[in-house]
């Protein structure tokens, strides 16, 4: 992604000294109310006064879509290794275990089995906090697997993204990831199961240039960036004057790249009507 | 000098690790030999000379797509514009004959002065680029013609016209599309091989790569405004990221290293062309002739097992899947 990464999403990534000031998480950026963490969390982490749309991390987001204690979760032993030993200001092992300390994840997603609204379903869910949700060899094999279960058990694969692209620290092995997901949609095409891809902030470069795209269904979050290459890159390079709302879901909706944008408090209502949908399919 | 020990050492390597396309026999005592002396020399291997293949990758004089197919193809015949709403210069697509074989060809083409530069965007493609390359892919498939792509970009255009056009979208319905062909299909990365705007035509059955092109998921350049800030640690980025032949070679992302004449494609166009073509020819006589679905289950197969991982289970992961 050739200078095209959304470079703010990588400064997550930098020593504590070398990041800007950032707001506390808790206040929207939008209107700059402020909430207690319990107050988001019930309302969807979404800002009760304007509707921004705040990140939601992958374990509270399935709890959010999927039915109370339907998450089955698949393949949690998979662990990055550092086939390149890549070291720029920190070497690549110590970034991931940093990482799992402070998520608590194996990796940028995980997987399971679920139900919504009594409807099976298989999900993959991805976590910004896990190094900018960036796509390593562990995303790409989680992703695979995620589409191998559903077609075993032949029911539909949603998707729920976030992330700044392939992981840089990982080389051409994780642009190799983007062909591997490609072909893991591809067999739940020929094996007839539905695929719903469920774009939330950011989904960008490498991830939407791959699975995230081929949804059979495709559906943001308002607000949500999807773009290849993020807003500063374009301005950078090219020195275009970008639009208000470029890359913007809206923007992606007007432009026919999304079938829908979904606000977050339909989304569980939304995705059941498709698997009803889906499950009556030949 | 070391440096130029490791170059020589380096193309001794890929010649012999090509042999297995060309000739069908290994050589696997020399081989092995050849890569324990690389490997220590390769120890000592300093930022700027893996930057050195980088310059050969992005040479001004290096061999484009259209001079390969120049060289390797009668007959050629190119076709233009996605017939959806424009021609896009930066990728050329076609079809020509090749050994006694009509082939579909898609490839990405650089300028040689600057107004070419200008007219094929620096071999940086649109969306309209990509679809276009998808039209002949379809066209491959409705006549059974094998598929030649030549990969050679910085990257697909970042610009804002290019994502309202669906930048990533192209890119992975262009990938999609090449996992579902029943036709036989070769990759050669040529020069650069930049990222999504690299694989986009690169899912192939088969997938080359010459003795000095490079094949990242990011520029290094790019890679260094990000990770250090500074664009100016190239060489530091290029280092890590290992973006050279061999590299990809041992990772298991190309199936063969494609020699180049002495110092590199850019002093023989023949010459370069020439190699390239017995590996293609190569290539295509291992793949004509299987059967369509057994070439569309071993390829999604070859990509499927990609990536370098590790089992390593901890106890707060386990004990709390779904909080």
Same mark, same amino acid.
């Given at each position: 992604?050739?200078?095209?990464?959304?470079?703010?999403? %990588?400064?997550?990534?930098? $020593?504590?000294?070398?990041?800007?000031?950032?707001?506390? &998480?808790?206040?929207?950026?939008?209107?700059?109310?402020?909430?207690?963490?319990?107050?988001?969390?019930?309302?969807?982490?979404?800002?009760?006064?304007?509707?921004?749309?705040?990140?939601?991390?992958?374990?509270?987001?399935?709890?959010?879509?999927?039915?109370?204690?339907? +998450?089955?979760?698949?393949?949690?032993?998979?662990?990055? %290794?550092?086939?390149?030993?890549?070291?720029?200001?920190?070497?690549?092992?110590?970034?991931?275990?940093?990482?799992?300390?402070?998520?608590?994840?194996?990796?940028?997603?995980?997987?399971?089995?679920?139900?919504?609204?009594?409807?099976?379903?298989?999900?993959?869910?991805?976590?910004?906090?896990?190094?900018?949700?960036?796509? @390593?060899?562990?995303?790409?094999?989680?992703?695979?697997?995620?589409? %191998?279960?559903?077609?075993?058990?032949?029911?539909?694969?949603?998707?729920?993204?976030?992330?700044?692209? *392939?992981?840089?620290?990982?080389?051409?092995?994780?642009?190799?990831?983007?062909?591997?997901?490609?072909? *893991?949609?591809?067999?739940?095409?020929? #094996?007839?199961?539905?695929?719903?891809?469920?774009?939330?902030?950011?989904?960008?470069?490498?991830?939407?240039?791959?699975?995230?795209?081929?949804?059979?269904?495709?559906?943001?979050?308002?607000?949500?960036?999807?773009? +290849?290459?993020?807003?500063?890159?374009?301005?950078?390079?090219?020195? %275009?004057?970008?639009?208000?709302?470029?890359?913007?879901?809206?923007?992606?909706?007007?432009?026919?790249?999304?079938?829908?944008?979904?606000?977050?408090?339909?989304?569980?209502?939304?995705? *059941?009507?498709?698997?009803?949908?889906?499950?009556?399919?030949? | 000098?070391?440096?130029?020990?490791?170059? /020589?050492?380096?193309?001794?390597?890929?010649?012999?690790?090509?042999? &297995?396309?060309?000739?069908?026999?290994?050589?696997?005592?020399?081989?092995?030999?050849?890569?324990?002396?690389?490997?220590?020399?390769?120890?000592?291997?300093?930022?700027?000379?893996?930057?050195?293949?980088?310059?050969?990758?992005?040479?001004?004089?290096?061999?484009?797509?259209?001079?390969? !197919?120049?060289?390797?193809?009668?007959?050629?015949?190119?076709?233009?514009?996605?017939?959806?709403?424009?021609?896009?210069?930066?990728?050329?697509?076609?079809?020509?004959?090749?050994?006694?074989?009509?082939?579909?060809?898609?490839?990405?083409?650089?300028?040689?002065?600057?107004?070419?530069?200008?007219?094929?965007?620096?071999?940086?493609?649109?969306?309209?680029?990509?679809?276009?390359?998808?039209?002949?892919?379809?066209?491959?498939? /409705?006549?059974?013609?094998?598929?030649?792509?030549?990969?050679?970009?910085?990257? #697909?255009?970042?610009?804002?016209?290019?994502?309202?056009?669906?930048?990533?979208?192209?890119?992975?319905?262009?990938?999609?599309?090449?996992?579902?062909?029943?036709?036989?299909?070769?990759?050669?990365?040529?020069?650069?091989?930049?990222? @999504?705007?690299?694989?986009?035509?690169?899912? *192939?059955?088969?997938?080359?790569?010459?003795?000095?092109?490079?094949?990242?998921?990011?520029?290094?350049?790019?890679?260094?405004?990000?990770?250090?800030?500074?664009?100016?640690?190239?060489?530091?980025?290029?280092?890590?990221?290992?973006?050279?032949?061999?590299?990809?070679?041992?990772?298991?992302?190309?199936?063969?290293?494609?020699?180049? &004449?002495?110092?590199?494609?850019?002093?023989?166009?023949?010459?370069?062309?020439?190699?390239? #073509?017995? !590996?293609?020819?190569?290539?295509?006589?291992?793949?004509?002739? !299987?059967?369509?679905?057994?070439?569309?289950?071993? /390829?999604?197969? /070859?990509?499927?097992?990609? @990536?370098?991982?590790?089992?390593? &289970?901890?106890?707060?992961?386990?004990?709390? $899947?779904?909080?």
């Amino acid at each position: 992604m050739a200078a095209k990464i959304d470079v703010s999403i %990588e400064h997550r990534n930098l $020593p504590e000294e070398a990041r800007d000031e950032k707001p506390h &998480p808790n206040t929207c950026p939008k209107c700059d109310s402020h909430y207690r963490d319990d107050e988001l969390e019930a309302n969807l982490r979404v800002c009760p006064h304007c509707g921004f749309h705040f990140p939601v991390r992958a374990r509270e987001r399935v709890n959010q879509v999927a039915d109370e204690d339907t +998450f089955e979760e698949e393949a949690t032993d998979l662990r990055s %290794e550092d086939p390149l030993e890549f070291f720029d200001v920190l070497p690549y092992p110590e970034r991931l275990v940093e990482a799992e300390l402070r998520t608590g994840l194996g990796d940028a997603m995980i997987i399971g089995g679920a139900a919504i609204e009594e409807r099976p379903c298989e999900l993959a869910v991805m976590d910004f906090a896990f190094l900018g949700g960036s796509m @390593g060899s562990v995303v790409g094999e989680k992703f695979s697997r995620a589409a %191998e279960s559903a077609i075993e058990r032949h029911v539909p694969l949603i998707s729920i993204t976030a992330s700044g692209g *392939a992981r840089m620290q990982e080389g051409i092995l994780s642009l190799m990831q983007l062909p591997k997901t490609v072909c *893991a949609v591809e067999d739940l095409r020929d #094996a007839r199961c539905g695929f719903v891809s469920v774009m939330a902030h950011p989904t960008t470069a490498g991830v939407l240039a791959s699975f995230a795209s081929l949804g059979d269904v495709c559906v943001a979050e308002p607000g949500a960036l999807l773009a +290849f290459t993020g807003p500063r890159v374009v301005q950078g390079t090219t020195r %275009e004057k970008l639009p208000d709302d470029f890359g913007l879901a809206e923007s992606n909706f007007r432009y026919g790249h999304v079938d829908a944008i979904v606000p977050r408090p339909e989304l569980r209502g939304f995705l *059941a009507k498709l698997l009803r949908l889906f499950s009556y399919a030949g | 000098m070391p440096g130029e020990a490791e170059l /020589r050492l380096r193309e001794r390597l890929s010649r012999l690790r090509s042999l &297995p396309l060309l000739r069908g026999a290994r050589l696997s005592g020399e081989l092995e030999r050849l890569q324990r002396q690389l490997e220590r020399i390769e120890e000592g291997a300093t930022d700027e000379e893996i930057w050195k293949f980088v310059e050969l990758a992005r040479h001004d004089d290096r061999p484009y797509t259209l001079d390969y !197919v120049e060289r390797l193809f009668e007959d050629f015949v190119e076709l233009h514009g996605d017939r959806a709403r424009a021609e896009d210069p930066a990728l050329v697509t076609g079809l020509g004959s090749f050994d006694g074989r009509t082939l579909a060809v898609v490839g990405h083409q650089k300028g040689r002065d600057a107004g070419e530069r200008a007219k094929r965007n620096f071999g940086m493609a649109y969306p309209e680029g990509y679809r276009k390359a998808m039209r002949t892919m379809e066209i491959a498939e /409705r006549h059974g013609f094998p598929l030649v792509t030549f990969v050679d970009t910085p990257g #697909a255009y970042p610009g804002v016209a290019a994502e309202q056009h669906g930048q990533g979208g192209a890119i992975a319905r262009s990938q999609a599309l090449m996992a579902r062909l029943s036709v036989p299909t070769i990759s050669c990365i040529i020069g650069e091989g930049g990222s @999504g705007g690299a694989i986009a035509i690169a899912l *192939a059955d088969r997938v080359l790569m010459q003795q000095n092109a490079m094949y990242s998921v990011i520029s290094p350049e790019g890679c260094a405004m990000i990770l250090w800030r500074d664009g100016a640690e190239k060489m530091k980025a290029a280092a890590a990221l290992k973006p050279d032949a061999l590299h990809c070679h041992e990772l298991g992302v190309i199936d063969a290293i494609v020699p180049e &004449p002495e110092g590199g494609a850019h002093t023989d166009h023949d010459e370069a062309a020439a190699l390239l #073509a017995e !590996v293609i020819k190569n290539a295509l006589e291992e793949l004509v002739g !299987v059967p369509g679905a057994d070439l569309r289950r071993r /390829r999604r197969d /070859r990509f499927r097992s990609l @990536g370098i991982y590790g089992a390593r &289970p901890t106890s707060e992961t386990h004990a709390a $899947p779904a909080r």
